[in-house]
Structure formats: structure tokens, C-alpha cells
Nanobody
Framework: QVQLVESGGGLVQPGGSLRLSCAAS????????MGWYRQAPGKEREFVAR???????NYADSVKGRFTISRDNAKSTVYLQMNNLKPEDTAVYYC??????????WGQGTQVTVSS
């Protein structure tokens, strides 16, 4: 199995930045991709960004140009650098991994609040 632990959420003013981290443990070698989703109050969970084992990345249109996903292979950690944050980015952010091609792992979530 794969376990994921997020960190780095918090309160930030509009226009500010935060970096989320997601540390993976377990069968690291079986991970094919890692990414981030978010869920705002009263809304469904939505895709934010994904990193794939071949190094490709993709982003939701709403965060393109502002968010950057990256991975430190040595630390089995994926990061989400969030710049120019907006109030509509407020949500619980969840780390997600696909391992053994078809299995899913989720982190416990970390709160990001963008407010003045």
C-alpha cells in the first residue's frame, strides 16, 4: 500500500503564496502518478494538478500559470507551489496517488484559506 501525508496549508492573503507538500510512504516504486485535488465547502472535489512518472504534468485551467507541481524523487515527496492565490482557491487540498496502475491512495487533506 501507499500512504500519503500532506502539510503546508494555512491562511494567506489574496495575492500571496503557499507551498503544499505530500510525503509518500509504502510501496513507492509502484506509484505511477501523484497529484492534488481540492474541495471547497458545498462543492465537489475537483482536479488541480498531476505529475506523472515520465515527468509530464497537467493542470486545471483555473490554476494554470499560478500553480506548479513538482516531485523530489529522493524524498518521495510531491509539492504544489501556489502563487497569486485568490479567495476562490480556498478549499481542503488532498494529495492523490495512483499505484500499481489501478489503485488509489488519498491523503487526509490540508486546509488552504485565502482571505484578507
Amino acid at each position: 500500500q501507499v500512504q500519503l501525508v500532506e502539510s503546508g496549508g494555512g491562511l494567506v492573503q489574496p495575492g500571496g503564496s503557499l507551498r503544499l507538500s505530500c510525503a509518500a510512504s509504502g510501496i513507492i516504486s509502484s506509484i505511477g502518478s501523484m497529484g492534488w485535488y481540492r474541495q471547497a465547502p458545498g462543492k465537489e472535489r475537483e482536479f488541480v494538478a498531476r505529475w506523472r512518472s515520465l515527468g509530464s504534468t497537467n493542470y486545471a485551467d483555473s490554476v494554470k500559470g499560478r500553480f506548479t507541481i513538482s516531485r523530489d524523487n529522493a524524498k518521495s515527496t510531491v509539492y504544489l507551489q501556489m502563487n497569486n492565490l485568490k479567495p476562490e482557491d480556498t478549499a481542503v487540498y488532498y494529495c492523490h496517488a495512483i499505484y500499481r496502475n489501478v489503485l488509489n491512495a488519498w491523503g487526509q487533506g490540508t486546509q488552504v484559506t485565502v482571505s484578507s
